[in-house]
C-alpha cells in the first residue's frame, strides 16, 4: 500500500525567508504526486502536481516542487514567503491511473511578521 | 471554482442517530470521494463512486454507507452515529480518467456527542 510521509507537522518562518516542506512517498510503481494547499476554514484546493515530463514543477504564486524518484520525495519550496501563505500543506500520491488518492498528516506552515 | 456543494456545513447530533450528508456536483465529473479530516491523521478516504450506483470502499468505511443516484449526487450515512465519527467531512470530485488531481467541497463539520 502507498504511503506518504510529510516530516514536520509544522514550520513557522518569518515573512521573505524561504521555506522547505518535505515529502516522502513509499511506491514501487509509477507515481503522480500532488501538493496540496487549506486555508482556515476552507477546502483543499490544488497548489501543484507532478504526472510526467519534468521533475520540477511550479505554482502560480512561486512555489515549486521537484520529483526525485532516487529518493522517493517530492518537496515544495518558497524562495521567499508572504503572510498570506500561512495555511496547512498536504502531499499527496496515487499510482498512476488509480482513482484513489492518500494523503499525508499534512505540514502547518506559519508565516510570522 | 469547481461546483460543488455540501449540506449541511455543520451539523451537532447525538450517538446513535443516523446522519446523512450530502454532496451535489455541477461539474458532471464521474468520480465522487468523501473524505474525512481530523487533527494528526490528514484525510482520509472513506468510499468513492466512479459512476452512478458503483461504488467501492477506501480506508475507514466501516461505520459509513454511501449511495449515488444521480450523476451529481453522492451521499454519505452514518446509520448510528459515535462520538469517533466527530470530523470534518470533505466531498471530492474528479475527472475520467482519475488522475488523483480532485477539486473539494467546503467541508462539513459534524459534532456527535
Known amino acids: 500500500a502507498q504511503s506518504v510521509t510529510q516530516l514536520d507537522s509544522q514550520v513557522p518562518v518569518f515573512e521573505e525567508a524561504p521555506v522547505e516542506l518535505r515529502c516522502n512517498y513509499s511506491s514501487s510503481v509509477s507515481v503522480y504526486l500532488f501538493w496540496y494547499v487549506q486555508y482556515p476554514n476552507q477546502g483543499l484546493q490544488l497548489l501543484l502536481k507532478y504526472l510526467s515530463g519534468s521533475t520540477l514543477v511550479e505554482s502560480i504564486n512561486g512555489f515549486e516542487a521537484e520529483f526525485n524518484k532516487s529518493q522517493t520525495s517530492f518537496h515544495l519550496r518558497k524562495p521567499s514567503v508572504h503572510i498570506s501563505d500561512t495555511a496547512e500543506y498536504f502531499c499527496?500520491?496515487?499510482?498512476?491511473?488509480?482513482?484513489?488518492?492518500?494523503f499525508g498528516k499534512g505540514t502547518k506552515l506559519t508565516v510570522n511578521p | 471554482d469547481a461546483g460543488i456543494t455540501q449540506s449541511p456545513r455543520h451539523k451537532v447530533t447525538e450517538t446513535g442517530t443516523p446522519v446523512t450528508l450530502r454532496c451535489h456536483q455541477t461539474e458532471n465529473h464521474r468520480y465522487m470521494y468523501w473524505y474525512r479530516q481530523d487533527p494528526g491523521h490528514g484525510l482520509r478516504l472513506i468510499h468513492y463512486s466512479y459512476g452512478v450506483k458503483d461504488t467501492d470502499k477506501g480506508e475507514v468505511s466501516d461505520g459509513y454507507s454511501v449511495s449515488r443516484s444521480k450523476t451529481e449526487d453522492f451521499l454519505l450515512t452514518l446509520e448510528s452515529a459515535t462520538s469517533s465519527q466527530t470530523s470534518v467531512y470533505f466531498c471530492?470530485?474528479?475527472?475520467?480518467?482519475?488522475?488523483?488531481?480532485?477539486?473539494f467541497g467546503e467541508g462539513s463539520r459534524l459534532t456527535v456527542l
Open positions: 471530492a470530485i474528479s475527472e475520467s480518467p482519475p488522475t488523483g488531481e480532485l477539486f
Open positions: 499527496a500520491v496515487s499510482q498512476g491511473g488509480s482513482e484513489k488518492l492518500v
